[in-house]
């Protein structure tokens, strides 16, 4: 029996350490602390703090410095809503008595439903009322109050696609985001429209700039509160002059040239009851900070030149789609590194039906907060990396992110997606 029992325990052992190798996260108390410079002296030094494909680039050459600057966790408005929320969860998944900020916080990882509830979390973290990613050389669209000129003087979200032998196809793409009605914090709508617009969670919107072939195509997508009731999806092309709506099922599909899903943006846009999903550790990882002035585009490389990284604490989190949804869905299982601080995510990985690692993706977005009208606003540099795994493609985002600038509603209509788009093309 007692040698049963010694089996029994180490094989125990065995199971945990497999399970921190394959989830590459690291325990706390390791070794990196803040002053360190990473690189190609010392790689195996951020082993467990980055995904597998980031520490390849570490040994060959990539170098940084260890930072202890936390995630920006949101506006004052923001954090004020999520102390004083109420929320909780129906019997569906869905939010009840929902206002505004972070829902479930401060957050229990040993709720029962704490999986789900850091989904929502996830899934509402500080993106400001509205935000624009990238900019058009229109500068309506821009908030007036920046006045950083290394912000204003930011190019277009600029979109690199990278092919197995590094050669790079370039996009310039701009989006827009909306929380309305009553999830709304750093500024209200009018009580008329805010009643009008009740049944909706989300409004979003994207435009290819550039190449002038794909030049004016937009899309614009409607979420509801009511998670039973499907997104709104339309696409305006301009060589046809006409809208056309789209399958919900495409949220999962690669945006061609793109490696990335719609469901990737902002790094989980997809209906979070949809998903079974599992806290499954947490430790510690490193998340390159973006600065305020455009980073460095590496030719052929999916990383970013990036000065400086943080050491954050993060969860792991698991998700997988429910039955009904799975049939249709591209995607089996989902990993996610989230920062404690924010809900903020840090990488991401994707997994195909065979379980195998298929693509890693990872975000780093720094805001800059300022006061203007009497409303919070923020400015940055975001960026977005998604690399397939399996074809060694990816894909690179970096742009000027904007929130709480003053987009109208009326402009997240099928009107205003052809105009737009016409106003874009000429």
Same mark, same amino acid.
């Given at each position: ?38 690189? $190609? ?21 990539? &170098? ?17 809503? &999520?102390?004083?929320?109420? !929320?909780?969860?129906?019997? %569906? ?15 229990? $990882? ?45 190019? !277009? ?55 002038? %072939? ?134 991401? &990985? ?42 060694? !493609? ?20 099928? &009107?205003?997606?052809?105009? !737009? ?6």
């Amino acid at each position: 029996m007692k040698k049963n029992r010694w089996h029994v325990i180490g094989f125990g052992i065995v199971c945990v350490f497999s399970i921190l190798l394959f989830y590459n996260i690291t325990m706390a108390g390791d070794a990196i602390k803040a002053g360190d410079i990473i690189g $190609p002296h010392n790689w195996e030094k951020a082993r467990g703090y980055v995904p597998e494909d980031i520490l390849k680039e570490i040994k060959e050459g990539y &170098s940084f410095k260890v930072t202890s600057e936390p995630m920006v966790a949101g506006s004052p408005g923001h954090m004020k809503a &999520s102390r004083e929320s109420r !929320t909780k969860l129906t019997p %569906d998944g869905g939010l009840e008595g929902y206002e505004g900020g972070i829902p479930f916080y401060p957050f229990n $990882p040993k709720d029962k439903d704490a999986g789900i509830k850091a989904g929502w979390n996830i899934y509402r973290k500080y993106y400001g009322d509205d935000l624009i990613y990238g900019r058009l050389p229109n500068a309506e669209f821009i908030t007036k109050e920046a006045t950083d000129p290394d912000i204003l003087n930011y190019p !277009t979200g600029r979109r690199y696609c990278i092919d197995k032998y590094g050669h790079e196809r370039i996009s310039d793409i701009v989006v827009w985001e909306m929380q309305v009605a009553h999830s709304r914090v750093d500024s209200k709508l009018e009580p008329s429209l805010e009643k009008k617009l009740d049944d909706v969670n989300s409004y979003s919107s994207a435009m290819v700039t550039s190449p002038r %072939d794909l030049a004016g195509t937009m899309t614009l997508s409607t979420r509801y509160w009511d998670p039973k009731k499907e997104d709104d999806f339309f696409i305006y092309i301009p060589s046809l002059r006409r809208v056309r709506r789209l399958p919900t099922t495409q949220r999962c599909a690669t945006q061609t040239p793109a490696d990335y899903t719609m469901d990737d943006r902002r790094g989980f846009s997809g209906k979070v009851p949809y998903f079974d999903w599992k806290i499954t550790g947490e430790g510690k990882c490193l998340v390159g900070r973006a600065s305020c002035v455009p980073t460095l585009h590496r030719n052929g490389k999916f990383l970013n030149v990036q000065k400086e990284w943080s050491l954050n604490d993060v969860y792991l989190l698991e998700h997988k789609p429910k039955d009904f949804y799975a049939k249709g869905y591209l995607v089996p299982k989902r990993v996610y590194w989230v920062d404690k601080n924010s809900f903020g995510l840090v990488y991401w &990985s994707m997994y195909d039906k065979k379980g195998e690692l298929w693509k890693n993706l990872g975000g780093a977005v720094v805001g800059v907060y300022r006061k203007g009208k009497g409303k919070a606003i923020s400015h940055g540099i975001t960026g977005l990396f998604c690399h397939d795994m399996q074809t060694n !493609t990816a894909t690179n985002v970096e742009c000027h992110s904007s929130m709480n600038s003053g987009l109208d509603v009326g402009f997240f209509s099928l &009107s205003s997606l052809v105009t !737009t788009s016409r106003g874009q093309v000429r």
